[in-house]
């Protein structure tokens, strides 16, 4: 099944995909859940199918604006330098533990919305990820289970605004400027992607093909994530963890690729989906 964030009348909206249409989760019998976060705690997901599966769309997918998938979740970890070839081209030395950071919720934008390129900075830079959500919480997770807290994936473009990156050792500041972060379109649910390390993810500015690789090779997988960010914190429903970007980042292109006001950003990763934005200026 695919979830999706929805703006409605009276803000976000919980729907879920039928066809070319959307069930609006919460209008439906009563449903209390207004968002996808509430939706998991409540462990709506796994009994989706007996609950929705029999009804008809309420709304055309097609016109429908689009939130972040999740739009309010409690954290969002970002991993760092987490592709062998990316690690080569920024000329990282190897870590024994993942390079983490942390995203503000606000940075967030959905699939369709606008990247805003910051006034004072030139250097905003794409980053196609794949996203990992959270379905129940867990804590000192071992590896062999951390599959099982997967409620689903979706994709993502860490766009990063690079020299302000680069103020100080801290990647916080230039990851989080408002209008930032892309996710979706859609939550695809943990069943239909039975191997997350064997997924194509691409990336296309414009059009042209910018990255490209496959999640196994991640250095850090997805189970050594979840284990490793379950020991310091206490994973809970909704929260995210964004798994790191592949080689061929515009800051490290000859001569740099940096975004502007009228480009247009892909990231589609096989059996996940495709997130598209056009990037504008800050007013």
Not at 187 to 204: H, I, K, S, W, Y
Not at 263 to 272: F, L, N, P, W, Y
Request: with cysteine.
């Amino acid at each position: 099944m695919r979830w999706l964030t929805f703006q409605g009348p009276d803000g976000p909206r919980l729907g879920l995909v039928k066809g070319s249409g959307v069930i609006d989760v919460g209008a439906r019998g009563g449903a209390p859940w207004r968002s996808l976060r509430e939706a998991l705690a409540a462990g709506v997901l796994g009994r989706a199918g007996d609950e929705f599966g029999a009804l008809s769309a309420d709304l055309e997918l097609a016109g429908l604006e689009f939130a972040p998938v999740v739009p309010d979740p409690e954290k969002i970890i970002c991993v760092g330098v987490n592709y062998e070839g990316h690690r080569v081209e920024t000329g990282r030395d190897r870590t024994e533990h993942p390079v983490l950071f942390t995203r503000f919720a606000n940075s967030q934008v959905g699939h369709g919305r606008p990247l805003v390129r910051p006034r004072v900075s030139a250097q905003l830079d794409y980053e196609g990820e794949l996203a990992v959500v959270i379905g129940r919480r867990g804590r000192h997770v071992a590896r062999g289970e951390a599959l099982g807290l997967v409620a689903g994936y979706a994709c993502y473009n860490d766009a990063s605004v690079r020299d302000w990156q680069r103020h100080t050792h801290q990647f916080t500041p230039g990851k989080n400027f408002v209008g930032t972060g892309a996710f979706g379109p859609f939550l695809v649910g943990a069943d239909e992607v039975p191997d997350p390390a064997a997924l194509l993810l691409t990336t296309r500015v414009n059009g042209a093909e910018v990255q490209r690789a496959s999640t196994s090779e991640l250095i850090f997988d997805v189970p050594a994530l979840i284990a490793y960010c379950s020991t310091f914190t206490e994973l809970a429903p909704g929260d995210v963890i964004v798994t790191g970007t592949p080689s061929g980042v515009g800051h490290k292109r000859t001569p740099p690729l940096y975004l502007k006001a009228g480009d247009v950003v892909e990231v589609e990763i096989a059996g996940v989906g495709l997130l598209r934005n056009p990037v504008v200026d800050e007013a």
